[in-house]
């Protein structure tokens, strides 16, 4: 492994700026075998592995084989690993690496303006969708992490790659990759549940959809704010959440913890992604035994259709009683200003919105708002 000091290997080269400056001496940290990137931008996406390996080779050539089936955009820039470990194994538990471009990185520090959590959120979630592909290699069932702690792919201590040095993808490059893969991913987990725990795909999808729904009614709730940004910490404060029992759901209670399992885990990795990747497969149980995919195709459609409107009734219908709440007129202008919506939308559906709720009394109203008065 040559020095840092006097390596012209492009990835070295990134990999250095992305150790921070303070404290201390960086060329001391550079040289220790275990490194932290910096806190201010999110620079490198890794994937930890379990596996152990007869050489580094080996690693790259599975790691190979997974982006050209297209289930990952490009090789990792480095891979570490710890040496001699067992006999005539040389390469175990690596740790791969991706970096992004230099001044792509994702701003990470909240207190600073540039920081905007929705990208925080799509770092965690491509990182999700890399280990996710490499899971067919064995990689840490633990699950991505946003950790900036890992090997130095510098230090001598470890046993080092760097497989590739030529291309390297911004986030939303590696984002058209791992969405497919998320899709993919998405629609295997509805079809495996049902037979994991025996039962239907309808009543499985059913009580799935419900916790799905549930989950992103709490990382959307600004109550529950602020959430773990790491998708497993995010998926632990979900579980606690997410209560099958509270909900009135009935059944064995094994099966529920298990849906439960599966709808925190995605949506604490997909919640960045949009809506459509989001709902994939809501209604596979109506589906099921539709053979013809524009007829299936259709039915999505009007699913979508139909969710959509409903959303957009339950914002205007919101805003109108917050608006009566707060002692002020909601007319088009208002809606359109709360909701984001335009006011061809607000007029379609603010007569029915209207004529129901004016017939209710402010009390009413406000136990609409919040349950908890």
């Given at each position: ?85 067992v006999p005539s194994c040389r390469f175990a538990r690596p740790v791969a690496v991706w970096m992004l471009p230099e ?271």
């Open positions: 492994m040559p020095s840092f000091r006097s390596s012209s290997s492009p990835c070295l080269e990134l990999f250095i700026k992305c150790v921070p400056r303070k404290p201390g001496s960086k060329v001391a940290r550079l040289e220790s075998p275990w490194v932290e990137t910096t806190k201010e931008f999110l620079t490198c996406l890794r994937v930890d592995f379990d596996t152990i390996w007869e050489t580094e080779q080996a690693f790259v050539d599975a790691i190979g084989a997974l982006v050209a089936s297209g289930r990952l955009p490009c090789l990792p820039h480095f891979a570490v690993g710890a040496g001699d470990v001044g792509a990185g994702v701003w990470a520090d909240r207190a600073d303006p540039r920081c905007d959590p929705k990208f925080i959120a799509l770092f965690a979630s491509v990182q999700a969708g890399l280990a996710r592909a490499c899971s067919l290699i064995g990689s840490s069932p633990l699950g991505p992490s946003l950790r900036r702690y890992f090997r130095n792919p510098l230090s001598r201590r470890w046993v080092s790659t760097l497989p590739n040095e030529e291309q390297f993808p911004l986030l939303s490059d590696y984002a058209e990759v791992v969405c497919k893969e998320e899709n993919h991913a998405m629609m295997a987990m509805r079809s495996a549940i049902p037979h994991v725990i025996g039962a239907t795909l309808e009543s499985c999808n059913t009580i799935l959809n419900a916790m799905l729904d549930r989950a992103n009614e709490i990382i959307a709730d600004p109550a529950h704010s602020p959430l773990p940004t790491d998708p497993n910490a995010l998926a632990a404060t979900l579980r606690s959440l997410v209560d099958p029992v509270a909900m009135g759901m009935e059944g064995d209670v094994d099966a529920l913890d298990y849906i439960r399992d599966q709808a925190v885990s995605c949506a604490s990795t997909m919640k960045s992604f949009p809506t459509q990747n989001r709902q994939r497969g809501r209604i596979a149980h109506e589906t099921s035994g539709i053979n013809s995919l524009e007829d299936r195709q259709a039915m999505g459609a009007r699913y979508s259709a139909a969710a959509r409107r409903k959303k957009n009734r339950d914002l205007i219908d919101k805003a109108y009683r917050a608006a009566l709440v707060r002692g002020e007129r909601p007319d088009n202008i208002l809606l359109c200003r709360e909701t984001k919506l335009t006011r061809q939308t607000i007029a379609r559906y603010l007569p029915v919105i209207k004529r129901n709720i004016d017939a209710e009394d402010v009390e009413t109203i406000k136990l609409t708002l919040d349950p908890s008065i």
